[in-house]
């Protein structure tokens, strides 16, 4: 044995199968000389009665010199007890954030992770988990492993994606083949919170002990914090007129209407159902929404479109595609950007409108909960899941919000019926209410 020097390593020669040389001052310290002629530097100590190897890298990466200092450090963490080849072995086995993903995904799409209320998430709400992973997430973090992700690296991450770092244009199988991945605010935000969820689902795996992404501050998106006032009401009213003036946007313009008059998702309206329609309950009873089944009280100007509509379709769909097929319409993004851009109202989207009718609704003095219902908020879900027969108030309310609405599209003076918002004609409406009820089980007795 020889002491490891810089020439001592320069000089050493290169047999027919590799070897070790070892270090005379240091013991368990070696030189690896490969037969073509590479050199590593290594330790060799005994752990759980295990003689065990662990190297310390290249030389011309280290020198003898860094080696040994190298070597001393490990060989005295051996000496308390520590296992450097394990931890090592354990590392490269450490799973990274691309695979994770890919877990993650798999079971995304066979309903395995559950969404809101426990239930599995909707097929549209998956697509778009996929979309943001293959499209932000494995991009920025894929080769990461997953228990180095800290939330400096995760707050760096939302930055570059509010930047517009991940920002491309891709092929798609919509929007004419090809669409416009976006950065910005909303979309940080949104994928912050999708990659808290697929942490969580590592936690559960048992990968890492805690969530890195919790407590992060998300940048708030603007647009879900924009509603209409009155005047801009009146002005989305004008624009409706003016666009009706070409037959190709009727569809576009009666969605936009309805979602206005009734707080509904966008989703909700376009792929509305004849069998999901009660008119005589005056209300949408959705057997699959964002929150599950849900029963959403409509308005009198809502019912009597749909009333109108009913004698002329017979289609699965209230608002059916232009083709003749039973699918519901498709050409709202493409025809509310057209009808939008370039508009007092540009950027608007069809969540402004939902977000204006609560505004509206909390303007007019109903409280929480009913808006809550109205919408079918979570909270309301004790109201909007399990009711049959809809209450006056909520009667009063749906009713009120509509005819409002639907006075500021048309640009008049809203003109309350039989209803008011005095909680005497409240009691008096619910009375009435009750007795029509009643009544056919009288005649019927």
């Not at 190298?70 to 060989?75: G, I």
């Not at 180095?148 to 930055?159: E, F, G, H, P, Q």
């Not at 919000?401 to 309350?416: D, H, S």
């Amino acid at each position: 044995m020889v002491k490891l020097t810089k020439r001592v390593v320069d000089t050493a020669v290169a047999e027919s199968k590799d070897y070790v040389l070892w270090d005379d001052e240091l013991p368990g310290f070696g030189l690896r000389i490969f037969p073509t002629g590479k050199r590593s530097y290594l330790i060799q100590y005994r752990a759980d009665g295990r003689s065990r190897r662990y190297t310390i890298g290249l030389h011309g990466v280290w020198t003898p010199e860094s080696a040994r200092r190298e070597a001393k450090a490990q060989l005295g963490r051996v000496a308390q007890g520590d296992d450097p080849a394990e931890e090592r072995a354990e590392l490269n086995k450490a799973i990274s954030m691309k695979e994770l993903c890919e877990l993650y995904m798999n079971d995304l799409r066979n309903g395995l992770i559950l969404g809101k209320g426990g239930r599995p998430k909707k097929q549209s709400t998956v697509d778009i988990d996929l979309g943001r992973i293959e499209r932000h997430v494995i991009p920025l973090l894929g080769s990461r492993r997953v228990k180095d992700v800290t939330k400096a690296i995760l707050t760096k991450v939302m930055r570059d994606i509010m930047a517009g770092k991940t920002r491309a244009f891709i092929k798609t199988n919509k929007l004419r083949g090809r669409a416009n991945v976006r950065g910005g605010p909303g979309t940080a935000a949104r994928t912050l919170g999708l990659i808290g969820g697929i942490l969580t689902y590592a936690v559960d795996l048992g990968v890492i002990d805690s969530n890195p992404a919790h407590g992060i501050k998300r940048p708030k998106d603007n647009v879900r914090s924009r509603r209409l006032n009155d005047g801009e009401y009146r002005i989305l009213g004008r624009m409706l007129n003016t666009a009706a003036q070409n037959e190709r946007y009727g569809e576009t313009i009666q969605i936009i209407r309805q979602i206005a008059m009734t707080g509904c998702r966008r989703g909700e309206i376009i792929n509305l159902k004849w069998c999901d329609v009660d008119l005589d309950g005056s209300c949408l009873r959705l057997s699959d929404s964002k929150e599950g089944r849900s029963v959403r009280p409509i308005g009198l100007p809502v019912v009597e479109f749909l009333e109108s509509r009913d004698n002329d379709e017979n289609g699965t769909f209230v608002f059916p595609g232009p083709r003749g097929e039973d699918t519901a319409f498709g050409g709202l993004p493409n025809q509310w950007n057209e009808i939008f851009v370039g508009s007092p109202l540009e950027g608007v989207t069809p969540h402004v409108l939902r977000h204006s009718f609560a505004s509206i609704g909390n303007d007019l003095g109903f409280t929480e909960v009913t808006i809550a219902a109205l919408m079918g908020h979570a909270k309301g879900t004790v109201t909007s899941k399990y009711i049959h027969v809809l209450d006056a108030t909520l009667i009063v309310a749906a009713d009120t919000l509509a005819g409002y609405i639907a006075a500021l599209l048309e640009g008049t003076v809203f003109k309350q019926r039989a209803y008011s918002l005095d909680r005497n004609s409240r009691k008096t409406a619910l009375q009435e209410f009750l007795l029509r009820q009643q009544a056919p089980e009288k005649m019927a007795a």
